[in-house]
């Protein structure tokens, strides 16, 4: 199971990015994916979690709204699409699976991250 994370970069507050995370070794569409981030300073947190089924679909109340999670099994590929982008979202970004979903807590296998800076 491998797991690459890309599309971080600087956005002006109010800007957009979508992090991409391609996945090889397994099918996407039989694991949990998750995104989670972690700020200077700060715990790892959950962003946006999805079951298997994609019928189980966690948000962190902080970018409900803004953030949204999706899945293209064809590219076995997931993405996070940001927008609203707010000085807070600022983190280093990471994508993690895995086969049953526990909740957007932990996941057994991770990418390296991707940094997203909001800043004007």
């Known amino acids: 199971v491998q797991l690459q994370a890309s599309g971080g970069g600087l956005v002006q507050p109010g800007g957009s990015l979508s992090l991409s995370c391609q996945a090889s070794?397994?099918?996407?569409?039989?694991?949990?994916i998750g995104w989670f981030r972690q700020a200077p300073g700060n715990k790892r947190e959950g962003v946006s979690c999805m079951n298997d089924l994609g019928d189980l679909i966690y948000y962190r109340d902080s970018v409900k709204g803004r953030f949204t999670i999706s899945r293209d099994f064809a590219k076995n590929t997931v993405y996070l699409q940001m927008n609203g982008l707010k000085p807070e979202d600022t983190a280093v970004y990471y994508c993690?699976?895995?086969?049953?979903?526990?909740?957007?807590?932990?996941?057994?296998?991770w990418g390296k991250g991707t940094l997203v800076t909001v800043s004007s």
């Open positions: 993690a699976t895995e086969r049953y979903y526990s909740g957007c807590n932990d996941m057994d296998y």
């Open positions: 070794g397994y099918s996407l569409d039989e694991y949990a």
